[in-house]
Structure formats: structure tokens, C-alpha cells
């Protein structure tokens, strides 16, 4: 069988084909000459699978989709307090090129926006080989292959980079920045420069929507908690002056580039990207705003759409001479492990409570507490507990004071 998830994206780019809303970028000279009909949608899952249709190998420079994975690199080298010192997390609702600076402390309202950028590229070390290689680095192992930059892009906008050497200059009398400001732009530009495929782009987008683990090396690259501070600040800030309507309509943490990449990860689910030149007034992807919006909807990607997940955990609930068994299922995560204590608050008259968790693939920590608080007082109540738990799901089943739960084989 041919799975039906490449015949969808073919569907999806086939319908974006007669759109020529839009401009390319022409304020880097080297952009300006870009194939403005090119075409690429790729996806990659968190399980490491990718699908891939139209240019999907054809290289772009990342320009802004570099943001938030120079912000991880910042987070994963200097911590998050050095980071918060010189750009904030709020949305600028403003365009991309503005200074958008924080009222009092002067920090760019986000690393998402160029004053932002610039902030977080100046952050980075300058020995061991430079910011730029350092960026090149972690930007490898997240796409899995080695990148490069393209020396014409990064001549090319450095000619024209006016607005980005006053951003800077401007940062620096604020005391934000502090290294050589010629230094910081052409480090930022170069950054820009990077050279990706959309299917570099969705890899590493699904390492960010993986929790940092780079789904087809299986490489950890970055923290689980500096993935979902990139993956956040992309929603709140990815898309500009578009963010609210963006986070509405489409409910994907994203970043669009100048050159026309767009990238959306999807925590737990996969990275995506599209990758057409002819922009909006926002700077973003025309083609690539509307492939998003259709797959959002289609595939049931917005963040905001809410799963009822609580009661789905509890499988069967069966009455055994002096037993009552709980069944679960699935994941115990906060709701799910409060249906079950809600239950079990309301049995009365059982002299042993049996939890059967051979259909569980996974409790998670808030989970694990949950339930173990709730087998100690059932304890306390006097009933006998026991757990099923061949899979060990739940290991070191004790419940707080010392006693171990009993094996199901011991009761
Ligand atoms: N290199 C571009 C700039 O600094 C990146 C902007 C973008 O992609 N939005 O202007």
C-alpha cells in the first residue's frame, strides 16, 4: 500500500500551484532573483519519518526561520538568566525590522524580531571558532547533515544591511550589546545565510517538536525545557505583526523567512515546512500562510484544539468477589489520573482495590504522584491495594510512607 499522508501533501501543494499573490523579497539584492514559482512542502514526524513534495531538496538561505534556533543555542550555551537579560518573550506586534524595544530595561521585545536577533547573536561566544561556526554546529545536528553558508547571500545583504547595523548600534548605546557591532551583523547576516532544504527545515523543526531529540540521528541536541522556550516564544512572536491572527487561524508555533521558507512544529507531532518565495506585507510566505491554514484544519493540527483526554484513561471498572478493578489506559496525565482518584473517592465498601495497568503505555510524572497519593490513602483507609504492573509502567510503586505496593502474584 502507498500511505495516503504523501497523496494529501501532493493535494495541498497541487491547490497552492495557480497562486501568484505576492512579492519576492527584494531589499537583499541575492533574493531578489529567486524563482519566484518554486514550490516545497515537507514534513517530518517526531518518530523521525519524513514526506516530501515539489523542490524539497532545493537550498534557501534560512534568514528569520534562523532566529529561534539561534535563540535554543543561546539558551543551551549561556542559560536562561544571560538570555533574559538582553531580549524579552512579549509579542511586538510590530514588523520585523522595527527596534520594538521594552519600555525601562531597553530589551528587544523578542528574539523573533531583527533587534532581538541581533541581541541573542551578540550573546554568543566569539573564540572556540566564532559565533558563526558555533551556529553551523548545533544547526547541523539538527538538520543532520552539515550546512554551509552561501557567501553571495551574506555579501549581498551585508551591502544593504543599513537597517540591521543601526538596530545594532542602537542596541549597543542601550548597553545590550557589548561586542563590536560590524562584528554582530556580519556573525547575523552569516546566520542568515545558512543554506537549508525544506527537508532540513522539517527535521528540525520535529527535533523542536520532539523536545530536542533530533528524530533521524536520534541525537539529543538541545534541553527538553530550552525546546519549549524556542517552540513558545515561536508562538507568541514567530510571525510578527501577524501573531495573533496566526496563533487563531492556524495554532502552530512557526517562523517565516524572508526568502520565503516557512517552518510550524508541532509539539509531540512533527516539523513542517514550506518553502515559497512570493511574500505578504508581513514578510511571510504567501503560499506557505495558505498551505498551513488547510493543513491545520485538515489534519487537526491547531494547538488550541482541545482533546477530552481525562476519562478516555479509564478502560474498565469490574467488580470481583472482594475486588474492585480498575482498568487503565493510554497515558496518566493530570486529567486522566484525576478521573481515576475522583472514582475512587466514591467507592464505598471494597475491602481491596486492584489498579490493572497492563494497558498503560506511559504515566507521566504529575501522573505518578496522582496516583500513588491516591493508593496511600486508600491504604490509610484501610483497604488493601494492589497493582498490576507487569510492563512497569509504574515503577517503585510506593506510595509515599514507606510501603510498597503489592504485586498483584501477593494478594
Ligand atoms: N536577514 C534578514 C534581515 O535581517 C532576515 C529577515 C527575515 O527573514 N524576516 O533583514
Not at 549561556?78 to 519600555?103: I, M, N, Q, T, Y
Not at 540521528?217 to 510571525?239: D, I
Not at 482495590?353 to 491504604?379: F, I, K, N, Q
Amino acid at each position: 500500500m502507498r500511505t495516503p499522508v504523501q497523496d494529501y501533501l501532493r493535494e495541498v501543494t497541487d491547490s497552492l500551484v495557480g497562486i501568484h499573490d505576492g512579492e519576492v523579497a527584494d531589499y537583499i539584492p541575492a533574493l531578489a532573483t529567486a524563482d519566484p514559482d518554486v514550490l516545497a512542502l515537507a514534513l517530518t514526524t517526531i518518530t523521525g519519518r519524513t514526506y516530501s513534495v515539489g523542490d524539497a531538496d532545493r537550498e534557501f538561505s534560512l534568514q528569520s526561520i534562523s532566529k529561534p534556533f539561534a535563540y535554543a543555542v543561546a539558551l543551551l550555551d549561556h542559560g536562561f538568566e544571560a538570555v533574559d537579560r538582553v531580549v524579552g518573550v512579549e509579542p511586538s506586534g510590530e514588523a520585523f525590522d522595527e527596534l520594538s524595544l521594552e519600555k525601562g530595561s531597553h530589551r528587544p521585545r523578542n528574539p523573533m524580531i531583527n533587534a532581538g536577533a541581533l541581541a541573542v547573536h551578540s550573546l554568543l561566544d566569539p573564540d572556540n571558532g566564532g559565533r558563526v561556526e558555533r551556529l553551523l554546529d548545533v544547526f547541523s545536528a539538527l538538520a543532520g547533515r552539515p550546512l554551509r553558508v552561501d557567501a553571495e547571500v551574506h555579501v549581498s545583504e551585508m551591502a544593504t544591511a543599513d537597517r540591521n547595523l543601526a538596530l545594532a548600534h542602537m542596541l549597543r548605546s542601550y548597553g545590550l550589546v557589548t561586542a563590536d557591532v560590524h562584528d554582530v551583523v556580519d556573525g547575523y547576516v552569516q546566520q542568515c545565510a545558512v543554506m537549508v532544504t525544506a527537508r532540513d527545515v522539517a527535521v528540525m523543526g520535529a527535533t523542536l517538536a520532539g523536545g530536542g531529540v533530533q528524530p533521524v540521528t536520534g541525537e539529543r541536541v538541545l534541553p527538553a525545557r530550552v525546546a519549549r522556550q524556542t517552540l513558545s516564544v515561536m508562538l507568541a512572536a514567530g510571525m510578527y505583526n501577524g501573531a495573533g491572527s496566526w496563533i487563531t487561524g492556524v495554532g502552530i508555533p512557526a517562523k517565516s523567512g524572508v526568502s520565503g521558507g516557512l517552518l510550524g512544529a508541532l509539539p509531540g507531532q512533527a516539523g513542517v515546512c514550506v518553502f515559497s518565495p512570493r511574500l505578504d506585507a508581513h514578510g511571510s510566505s504567501v503560499r506557505g500562510v495558505l498551505a498551513f491554514q488547510r493543513l491545520s484544519s485538515d489534519l487537526g493540527l491547531h494547538l488550541m484544539d482541545a482533546e477530552r483526554l481525562g476519562e478516555t484513561v479509564l478502560r474498565e471498572r469490574r467488580e470481583d468477589g472482594d475486588e474492585v478493578v480498575y482498568a487503565l489506559q493510554g497515558v496518566v496525565e493530570f486529567t486522566g489520573a484525576e478521573h481515576l482518584l475522583h472514582e475512587l473517592a466514591q467507592e464505598e465498601g471494597w475491602t481491596c482495590v486492584v489498579l490493572d495497568l497492563t494497558h498503560v503505555d506511559r504515566v507521566t510524572r504529575v501522573g505518578r504522584r496522582m496516583v500513588l497519593e491516591g493508593l496511600r490513602r486508600l491504604r490509610l483507609d484501610g483497604r488493601r491495594v494492589a497493582v498490576v504492573d507487569a510492563g512497569r509502567v509504574l515503577p517503585d510503586a510506593d506510595p509515599g510512607d514507606g510501603e510498597v505496593v503489592e504485586d498483584r502474584a501477593q494478594l
